[in-house]
């Protein structure tokens, strides 16, 4: 073994790491310096002191009105009885709105009140004071005034302000530099020739992103391998130059342990270890004037760490305040267990289904970025709770508008491919609309259907007496379910085995062969029903199946462990098997349709998504992934 | 008269123009190209078809922890009691997080679990599964499936999706081209000489800013002259090259009649003039394939149409949904009183006073750009409402977040400068506060405390018996009222005057005189009770005073009528005249103080305020601006 290895890092709690980090770097001056940009090119920026007008605006008595210039006094006598005739030159002039108003003017009649005698007289009805109908001097800014404060991003209409004030230059912070480094032996770069152990370089991409977002400077530099004089070389560069660095960590430990002895070595480390999950081995440091964070190499608890410590530092740098998401109150589908060791942050799938906003856990693990890209909200379990029950009102905070969030359909069931299509059919339909889902099985979604937690349940449940799908199922397990059956699509399962059968599989039986590796679907799952139905009339026994236990969520998962070799068959859908370029024996034919209660089928989402269904432009998408049928596709059946 | 003025336009419902430009829009196929960019440099851009992944991530089987890579099958026998001992190389080998698990092995021992017996040998006491502490293919993303759905907006996460996803170039649509056409003959680029009569063009720059914001790509066109011949050549060429269109009217009329002209000449016009408050003579039309909008030329009419009707297409154009603002309910402190012929878009502060948000009516000048700088939310009095009594509950659209207006001190009253010193301290000291301010008077500002509206009110009310300042005054006129008066500034009233006195004034009994125009404030400041008393002690009538009925909220109101020349005279203080290079007689000194009532004194805006007051930073910048002192400032004082 490697004896170096620090495998024991602290464990501080994430507000005290967040208190002791800031005021070590407020006690650094994490200031800023300033530099004067022309208004034109400020937008975004934030101001380094008070902005005051240098002009008023308007800058001169200008007419309010088309109409005319007249002096005040010449109008007093003006009555609907006694008409006053004016004459162009003499006793007025044609003034445009905008126009200077010079002595002898002192007041505008506008053109709706004037009658024409000729091209050189008019007749008024009515008296004006002096003033009137006239913007004064500084209506909108007076010279000297402010426009602005110290510390405040300009907007466009800030702008329009500065511009009309005189005031063609700004000083404004300089935005933060940001030192971004992707560390590690085993990253390469996007587009380079893949090699076995190499990984894909894409944090520092987020964090490009993400600190243009919060209004810095990324600054990206070259990879650099685990080397440690060259990581000391590169870091100390990237702390003088600019006014933050990140080191993104390799995901070896070794690649950890250089970050934290550089830190120290070149500056200080005040926190490495924090309770928080995921996102636990970061490292908070500070080399001269510069925060140096070091985050992990997981891509959600590089992300957490950011959000939750960098992001509001950038933030509290440039004078602003830190990003606070909105929360929502909802309600959590599914039992969430937590350990008391750290605080967590779950991503979590939102849906507004009748009056309850619900919460459904996202895949947990600190490796699936795809947890954050489908996420519409972040729940934490604080340190010192185990969890919450389902059906535990908790607080989420929003990372979508929502709005957007109560127009989503609420998926929950079985997993199938069409999802995806049916997501991406509602989106360009209607922006303002999505589809949510969680892959928890057919019985799992008839449940999250009983329990009003679901729009809809995709199901695929085989009635094994009348040999028919799904409504005869439904109707034996909840007699007194009042609802719908809508028509998804007929689909083809088989089994999924590696381009050529090498081992020469020919049916079900042969899962129980020494030499076959299965690998299954979770409990509860439709699939999960039609192997154990298979094997039932078959009279097999599961014990007798290797990997019968090991369990995957989808269709893609499962394709994908025979795809990589570590199963040599599964059981899925003929669409799974064909996009991961796997060979497929049918084993049968079914319904995978749409359960919707009663109260839910009159429902905006709800009705978005039928019309989806029916539409031919899914119809096709879903054609030509192949091994589908879509006769009836969005037909209403009403359960009864 | 110039009879070829079109003084009519249209009167057409905001809903019934967005609609039927909307769709007059939609049927010109308003769609936008789409292009392949580079997927690190797509970061904000909207996918134009769903993206699916190319490569699975991880895209082989690897290490979910630091330790030794094994065959599962090769740890059954290990407990407790009974720990097997494995050799290096023969029966593990070493792997780091992330390292692939290729053939013999298929499971993952943690570092935690292992006992060092030699560098070369280990002992277990618990089996591992097959592919336990594995992170099998596909884990985070599996080859094939969707990772962004067609019409998305790209952040920072899912470059992360993509890269690991294998997606290095990404299809997604252009970004709209909007064209921003300033015209008019009387508008010079800021920085220019200025000339009498010539405006600084700024709005073209505000809606660069709000172009940018909105995902588009803003054009600004070098400003046209009020030149039909020109303008049609310079719209048609803009029509043809981008997506859309906006002139930028120059404020005179004519003008406005050439965009109309011009876009019936070159397409069509489908709606000109609107029931819209500020922002009536919109032009919405259509020049081939392009929306083409011509605005009006005063800047909050500009930003209201371009918010209102602009922005929402501009989203629409690239399939995302129209920003919506978020609202809440707020409680009028002012009355206002709306026409039946349109809907008004009212910009007003905010602020949370006790357990009510408190809405306060800005400038309702369509010329006032400050009205829309200052503005935290927009409150909309539809068409068919005459307006709302004070104390209503209202829907206000909000400009800032709820937080942020949380923390606000709402501060009604009297008008001094030192009030943006003190906003600006608040905002320097706390990023995550602010000041908010209506003038309204020192007695609105009793008033505004009375009624639980306010946190504090500046004034400055002189009991003439008593011959002291704010205190007595108060317990006069609210006998019961339980609260506290916090020292403000003292400061200097007097006469401003233009450089020179050319008049000659030598004091307030030239206020009568047959040449002296005044300027005065409006009832209810405590600066137009000081001249009352003034004029009474003096036994002059207000009636022979030439402009005693002109009233202006502000100090720097009254400054600027008399440098621009409409007056001869003000009353105002010391630092105003200063600012305003104008000449001062003093009148008398006077308290500056702050009303709070009892409930508010221990709120955090408050305390905040009291701590800014105190602080050296103001007092500072208070005696920079000159006229003042500081003594006690920031003192509590209990009315009792």
């Known amino acids: 073994m490697k004896h170096d290895r620090n495998i024991y890092l602290s464990n501080m709690a994430l507000n005290e790491a967040i208190e002791l980090y800031t005021s070590a770097c407020a006690r650094g001056e994490i200031s800023l310096e300033d530099e004067v940009l022309q208004t034109v090119e400020a937008l975004g920026r934030v101001t380094a002191e008070p902005v005051f007008a240098s002009l008023s605006a308007p800058w001169f008595n200008a007419s309010a009105m088309d109409g005319i210039a007249v002096n005040a006094a010449s109008t007093y006598e003006a009555s609907e009885r006694r008409p006053v005739v004016l004459t162009k030159g003499k006793d007025y002039i044609i003034v445009d709105t905008g126009d200077p108003i010079l002595d002898p003017w002192d007041a505008v009649i506008m053109v709706e009140d004037l009658v024409d005698l000729s091209e050189e007289q008019v007749e008024i009805r009515a008296a004006v004071s002096p003033w009137e109908n006239v913007r004064p001097v500084g209506e909108d ?51 380079t020739p893949m090699e076995m152990g190499k990984i894909i370089e894409s944090n520092s991409r987020v964090f490009e992103g993400t600190v243009i977002q919060c209004g810095g400077e990324p600054i990206r530099l070259a990879p650099v391998a685990d080397d440690y004089p060259l990581l000391v070389e590169t870091v100390k560069k990237a702390a003088e130059s600019s006014d933050m660095v990140i080191i993104v960590a390799g995901s070896s430990a070794g690649t950890e ?42 891509p959600v608890s590089s992300w957490v760490v950011f959000d939750t410590i960098v992001k509001p530092l950038l933030y509290t740098m440039q004078h602003q305040r830190p990003l606070q998401r909105p929360t929502a109150e909802a309600v959590l589908s599914r039992r969430l267990v937590s350990s008391l060791k750290n605080l967590e942050v779950v991503r979590v799938k939102l849906g ?9 856990p996202l895949n947990r693990g600190a490796g699936v970025t795809m947890s954050l890209v489908r996420a519409d909200g972040l729940l934490e379990i604080p340190q010192s709770s185990e969890g919450f029950e389902a059906g535990t009102k908790v607080p989420v905070r929003l990372l979508r508008p929502i709005e957007e969030i109560e127009n989503t ?12 299509l049916l997501a991406d059919q509602i989106h360009t339909k209607w922006p303002d609309s999505g589809l949510s889902s969680a892959h928890v099985g057919s019985l799992g979604g008839v449940m999250a259907i009983v329990k009003g937690e679901a729009h809809m349940a995709p199901i695929h449940l085989l009635d094994e007496t009348a040999g028919q799908y799904n409504m005869s199922y439904v109707k034996k397990l909840f007699p007194t379910f009042k609802g719908y059956l809508i028509r998804g699509v007929k689909r ?33 799952s439709g699939t999960r029903l039609l192997l154990d139905h298979n094997l039932k009339i078959r009279n097999m026994d599961s014990e007798g199946i290797q990997g019968y236990d090991r369990e995957m969520t989808t269709h893609m998962a499962v394709a994908s462990a025979v795809a990589s070799g570590t199963a040599d068959v599964g059981l899925g859908v003929r669409s799974a098997a064909a996009l991961t370029g796997l060979d497929f024996i049918p ?20 009705k978005r998504a039928i019309e989806a269904l029916r539409s031919e432009a899914f119809k096709n998408k879903v054609l030509a992934l192949g091994g589908y049928g879509v006769e009836n596709c969005g037909e209403v059946i009403t359960i009864e």
């Open 141 to 191: 800014i007076v010279a000297g005034e402010l426009i602005l404060p110290a510390y405040h991003r300009i907007t466009p209409i800030d702008l329009g302000a500065l511009l009309s004030g005189g005031v063609n230059a700004v000083k404004v912070l300089k935005k933060p530099r940001v030192a971004i480094l992707p560390t590690g032996t085993e990253i390469i770069e996007p587009g």
């Open 257 to 298: 342990d250089f970050t934290s002895r550089i830190v120290a070595e070149l500056g200080e480390v005040y926190v490495h270890g924090i309770a928080l999950k995921p996102g636990k081995p970061a490292i908070l440091g500070k080399i001269g004037h510069a925060p140096v964070i070091g985050l992990p190499g997981y």
């Open 352 to 360: 507004k289904v009748g009056d309850k906003l619900i919460a459904t």
């Open 409 to 420: 359909v609420v998926v929950i069931g079985s997993h199938d491919l069409v999802i995806d």
């Open 492 to 524: 083809t399962q088989g089994l999924m085995l590696p381009k050529g059968n090498p081992k020469g599989v020919q049916g079900l039986e042969d899962l129980t062969r020494v030499d076959i590796r299965f690998v299954n679907r979770q409990r509860g």
């Open 587 to 606: 084993v049968g034919d079914e319904a995978y349709d749409f359960l919707v209660a009663e109260s839910h089928i009159q429902a905006l989402p709800v």
